[in-house]
């Protein structure tokens, strides 16, 4: 199933019915497996399989819990993991199909010196929200001490995925905007990431084009067309960070969601504008190897904006009808005083993908601006 085109309640019964996967561990969040209807379709088939649940609880990736993640997965000895929920239950499941504890695992994935395992399982993704694309990446994302690392291999990525709108139309309002917006932020910042291609541009341009006519009428009135094509804009966003990573965006982010509890595409909505602004700006500072100024005008031409400040009012507008909360001090945040607990939270070596260089001093400059 590989492909852009999207399935069936019935089409994932069918898979796990008819595959010969005799155990099978299913990794999911409580809630969104009982309410995205995820639990009704595979009940039947839990009677004729050997199947062990384990329910994620926090709400991003973290490392104790992966821990307790892999262990089980170690104890129970699938032959397939199925995991069902948004980017954090896949990402754990990206994680545990490939590595081992071992004698320190935070240390390992902290240094990128873990060693990238073949334990004969098989991964089926089926995401409950439309957001990070996570069933396409080679990679994923875990907060060690409240600061984010990723861990990356071409064999993170899951063997099979469902892109079922079904699963996705009924998720919270709350849950639909978040991940919505992650799902535009990442596509802006494949455009203009310093490691885009062609290909990846490709990819971006055609996930705003979507998201930019579907993403509000999604979270006012889901409907199978709209739902679908959410859907599929965030497919494409991450088939486009898979190529280029972010940028200094969500880079920047991370500290948010770790620090003040705020879902990741929320995190990234406070960011997105800010150094868009600073990377235009400072265009005559770029530091990649392609026209930066083109790839701004791309952006333009999506959102029928006129120059930078046009494109600012833009996403400011969508930020606001979808209430993603953009002011720092209405979401308790004293950005002052919070400024050395955010910044330690920053892993620098994920900024050093942002076309612009930037100093830990221009974050600063850049976060304190209103």
């Not at 595409?265 to 990377?279: D, E, I, P, Q």
């Not at 994920?350 to 600063?364: A, T």
């Amino acid at each position: 199933m590989n492909n852009l085109s999207l399935s069936s309640k019935q089409d994932l019964f069918l898979f796990v019915e008819k595959e010969k996967f005799k155990k099978i561990f299913i990794l999911c969040g409580k809630k969104s497996f009982r309410k995205s209807g995820a639990q009704n379709i595979l009940s039947p088939i839990l009677k004729k399989k050997i199947t062990h649940i384990y329910f994620k609880l926090f709400p991003y990736p973290e490392i104790s819990e992966l821990k307790d993640i892999i262990y089980s997965i170690k104890k129970f000895s699938p032959d397939l993991i199925i995991a069902i929920g948004g980017g954090a239950v896949i990402d754990y499941a990206k994680i545990a199909k490939v590595l081992e504890i071992g004698n320190n695992l935070a240390f390992d994935i902290k240094n990128s010196t873990y060693k990238i395992k073949n334990k004969n399982i098989k991964l089926l993704a089926v995401p409950t929200t439309a957001g990070t694309g996570a069933e396409v990446t080679p990679n994923a994302v875990i907060y060690i001490n409240k600061i984010k690392y990723s861990v990356e291999s071409e064999k993170l990525r899951p063997d099979y995925f469902f892109l079922i709108p079904d699963l996705v139309i009924d998720a919270p309002n709350k849950i639909k905007s978040s991940a919505g917006f992650d799902a535009i932020a990442q596509a802006i910042e494949s455009l203009i990431s310093k490691k885009s291609n062609n290909k990846s541009v490709d990819f971006a341009a055609k996930s705003l084009k979507i998201s930019f006519k579907y993403y509000l009428e999604f979270i006012r009135s889901p409907n199978k067309e709209n739902t679908s094509a959410m859907c599929l804009a965030a497919h494409l966003s991450g088939k486009a960070i898979s190529i280029s990573r972010t940028t200094a965006p969500h880079a920047v982010s991370y500290p948010f969601t770790s620090h003040f509890n705020i879902s990741h595409g929320h995190a990234v909505s406070l960011t997105l504008n800010k150094f868009l602004k600073f990377n235009y700006e400072n265009i005559n500072l770029a530091d990649c190897n392609f026209n930066l100024k083109q790839r701004y005008n791309i952006l333009f031409e999506l959102t029928g904006s006129q120059n930078i400040n046009h494109l600012e009012q833009f996403l400011f507008d969508i930020q606001k009808k979808a209430r993603l909360e953009g002011n720092f001090n209405k979401l308790g945040i004293n950005i002052k005083k919070s400024y050395s607990k955010i910044i330690t939270g920053i892993n620098m070596q994920r900024l050093l993908n942002n076309p612009v260089r930037l100093k830990k001093n221009d974050v600063k400059i850049i976060l304190f601006k209103n």
